[in-house]
Each structure stands twice: as structure tokens, then as C-alpha cells.
């Protein structure tokens, strides 16, 4: 019974159900031979229109039971929609840069951080290391490449190897992606390039000897120059000329010349290493003599001030007792002439007790050595050796004169 009544559902429309008006737009006239027989197929405008109320929660078809299913929907979708936008965020490292895509295109470029941009595929992103530093090698024999052959100046050929170092442009690095489809590809061919238009400028024995650095420099410039023009995003730090050779002919006379020059350059730096050590030594030297000068100077100057000071004083005493004065002076002389001497001086008129350096006349010597007696007028002269054994073999009284002492006093104190 329920199965029947199910394929009457289907079966019969709408209208007949309903008890209404047939669904014809010209009411109910139709005859009951004109209805669907059993076993027709089912109204899918019908079924479109039920299906549809069941989405917006209506009646029909179970729509109490399965009225909930559209706020489902909506969650689920909503969910997929906060993932699917999650999915834009990415990180940027220090010394990084970001360069964000719209639709295929070049949007932004972003510094280090956390950010976010509208997730595939609408948007995309590229993230660039803007601190690393790329080398290529042009010219080079590594991998079995035959070596590049250049022209110099001169019209000789010569066998160059540069090695370049590079990095991606920090201002601006989206060039690197958008401007050149190969951009590494492009600086070695501009650095080729370069290398050889500075290379015909430039003599053979100056890509040989002394004139590498100059070369390598304005290789530099010229292909930086070249880059810039290109846009490609791309900053060339160094060029290294990493071997230069003569055509094998005259390999071994380049050879000789280069081996010349730096035997040269060697005597030159020997020669100016002892230019400045003999300057230094001759500097100190003049130092220390103008050092030893000024100490002469002072020292002379310290003692003409102390004689000047002594005399002062002598005058002084002079002016007060002349006699006594001269004794003096005279007895001082005559000590400071003798205190080197072994000789005993007396005078002839002189009651003193002498004490004699027995300690000097009584010495080891197991000899006697013959005495040495000198005559002087008004004073009697004794030498002593060390080596005489006895006061008697070097002591010889002479005769007095009394009157030729004070003579020889008279004229000293003139």
C-alpha cells in the first residue's frame, strides 16, 4: 500500500493532487484519459522545485527532518574559506626580501617579518636572499672548456680566466625574476664581453706583468655599466683575473721577462728596506750627538758658573787675608798637581815628623831596586815604588836651600 502510494507521488502531477485546477493554463477540461498512465516517468521540474525547498529548510520531501542542512553548508564553507585565506601568510628571514605576485604580476616588495598576501592562485610570492653571493667563472679551463683566446692592443693573443662574483640587487630585487628569463646566463656573457673589449685595449705585456688590477677594474665598471642598462637586478662586487697566459711561442720569453720584473721589483724593495734602516740608524745617531751636545753645553756651562762663584769667594778671601790666601792656594795646587805621584816632597827648612808609606816601601819584591833621588831646588824629592824593600835604598836627604823655596813660592803666587 505504501509502495503505491509512492509511485503515485511521482507519477500523478501536481495539480491532480492538489484537487485544484488541472496544469494546464486553461483549467481543469482535460479528460481523465489525457493523465499519465502508471509506469510514466517522473516530473523533474517537480523534483528541482522540492530539492530546492529542502536547501532553504521548507516542507516537502522530509523538510522537518532535513530542514538543518543548509546551515551546515554555510559553516563548512566558511571554515574552508578561513583556511584557504590562512594559507597566504609566509615569513620573510633577515636578509631577505619578499616580492609578492597578483595574478601572475609583480604586486610589492617586502622587507623581513611576518606577512600575508592573497593565497593561490590569485596571489603567490618569491622570497630572495639578498646577502648571498654567486661566482662564475668565464674563460675558464675547469670541466675540459678550451681555454677563451683574446686579442690584446698589440695584435697578440693572449688566454684570459676571470672569475666574478655577484649578488641580487637589494634595492630593487624584483628584476631579478620579471626582467631576464636567465639573468646568471646574462651576466656571463655581458662579463665576457666586457672582458674582451678591455682586454683589445689593453698591450700583452701589461695583461702579463703590472697592469692586471687596472684591467679587472674597468672590466668591472664597464659590465656593472652594462647591467644597469639591462635592469636585469644584478650587482657585480669583484672580478678576479685568475690566470693570464702568452700564446705557447713565446710562453716561455714572457716567462723569463716576468721572472725579470720580479727580480727587479724584489732589489727595489731590499734596496728601500736599507734606505730607511741606514736613515733610522743615522737619525738616532744624530739624536744622541745632539743629546751628548746639549748635556757638553750644560755641564760647561754649570762648571764656567761654579769657577766664576769660586773666584768671588777667593776675592773675597783675598781682600781680607792675602797671605793666608796664597798659601793656600799654592798648597791646594801643588796637592792636586801631586796626588797622582809617588814622590814625597819636603821642604828643606821643614822640622816636621814625615810619615812615610811603609806599607808601599816594605812590599813582596824579594829585590832591591836601586833608588832614583831628582834634586830640586828648596825641597827634597823621595820616589817610592812598591817593589823597594827598605826606607834607606829610596830615601836621600839633599841640601837645604832655604832662599830657592821661596823663590819658587814667589813665582807662583805672581
Known amino acids: 500500500m505504501k509502495k503505491n502510494n509512492l509511485e503515485m ?17 486553461h483549467g481543469n477540461n482535460q479528460p481523465n484519459d489525457q493523465r499519465p498512465k502508471n509506469g510514466a516517468g517522473p516530473d523533474l521540474d517537480e523534483i528541482f522545485k522540492k530539492l530546492g ?12 527532518r532535513h530542514g538543518g542542512y543548509g546551515k551546515y553548508i554555510a559553516l563548512g564553507g566558511a571554515v574552508l574559506l578561513c583556511g584557504w585565506l590562512a594559507t597566504g601568510f609566509y615569513t620573510i628571514d633577515a636578509g631577505q626580501k619578499g616580492v609578492e605576485l597578483l595574478l ?14 592573497l593565497p593561490n592562485p590569485i596571489g603567490d610570492h618569491r622570497i630572495i636572499d639578498i646577502q648571498r ?19 690584446t692592443k698589440d695584435e697578440n693573443l693572449v688566454d684570459v680566466s676571470v672569475e666574478v662574483q655577484y649578488q641580487i640587487n637589494n634595492d630593487d630585487p624584483s628584476q631579478y ?52 642598462n639591462y635592469q636585469i637586478g644584478l650587482v657585480i662586487t669583484n672580478v678576479n ?7 705557447a711561442a713565446v710562453q716561455d720569453a714572457f716567462s723569463d721577462a716576468i721572472r725579470a720584473r720580479e727580480d727587479e721589483q724584489s732589489r727595489i724593495n731590499q734596496a728601500n728596506a736599507y734606505q730607511s734602516k741606514v736613515h733610522e740608524e743615522a737619525r738616532g745617531e744624530a739624536e744622541r750627538i745632539l743629546r751628548q751636545a746639549e748635556a757638553y753645553r750644560e755641564s760647561k756651562i754649570a762648571q764656567a758658573r761654579g769657577e766664576a762663584e769660586r773666584f768671588n769667594r777667593l776675592y773675597s778671601a783675598y781682600a781680607i787675608a792675602p797671605e793666608v790666601t796664597r798659601e793656600r792656594l799654592y798648597l791646594e795646587n801643588m796637592e792636586e798637581v801631586l796626588q797622582n805621584s809617588n814622590k814625597l816632597y819636603m821642604g828643606s827648612d821643614s822640622n816636621n815628623l814625615m810619615m812615610l808609606p ?14 832614583k833621588t831628582e834634586r830640586r831646588e828648596g825641597a827634597v824629592t823621595i820616589e817610592v815604588k812598591e817593589t823597594t824593600p ?20 814667589a813665582r807662583f803666587t805672581r
Do not use: C
Not at 683575473?241 to 700564446?247: C, G, R, T, V, W
Not at 806599607?359 to 831596586?369: I, L
Open 9 to 25: 507521488a511521482w507519477q500523478e502531477p501536481k495539480d491532480s493532487q492538489q484537487g485544484g485546477s488541472s496544469g494546464s493554463p
Open 53 to 64: 525547498g529542502a536547501f532553504r529548510g521548507k516542507k516537502g520531501m522530509g523538510g522537518h
Open 104 to 117: 601572475g604580476q609583480y604586486h610589492a616588495t617586502k622587507d623581513p617579518g611576518l606577512r600575508w598576501r
Open 133 to 151: 653571493r654567486f661566482s662564475q667563472k668565464i674563460g675558464s679551463t675547469a670541466k675540459g672548456n678550451r681555454r677563451a683566446a683574446m686579442l
Open 177 to 228: 625574476w620579471f626582467t631576464s628569463v636567465d639573468p646568471d646566463k646574462t651576466l656571463k656573457e655581458v662579463v665576457d664581453s666586457a672582458t674582451r673589449e678591455r682586454v683589445g685595449q689593453t698591450s700583452l705585456d701589461d695583461i702579463l706583468t703590472d697592469g692586471r688590477e687596472q684591467l679587472m677594474q674597468e672590466v668591472k665598471e664597464l659590465a656593472q655599466s652594462i647591467l644597469d
Open 241 to 247: 683575473l685568475e690566470d693570464a697566459q702568452a700564446p
Open 358 to 371: 811603609l806599607d808601599k816601601m816594605t812590599g813582596p819584591s824579594t829585590t832591591s831596586a836601586p833608588t
Open 390 to 409: 827598605t826606607p834607606e835604598s829610596i830615601i836621600q836627604n839633599q841640601p837645604n836651600n832655604n832662599v830657592n823655596d821661596q823663590r819658587s813660592r
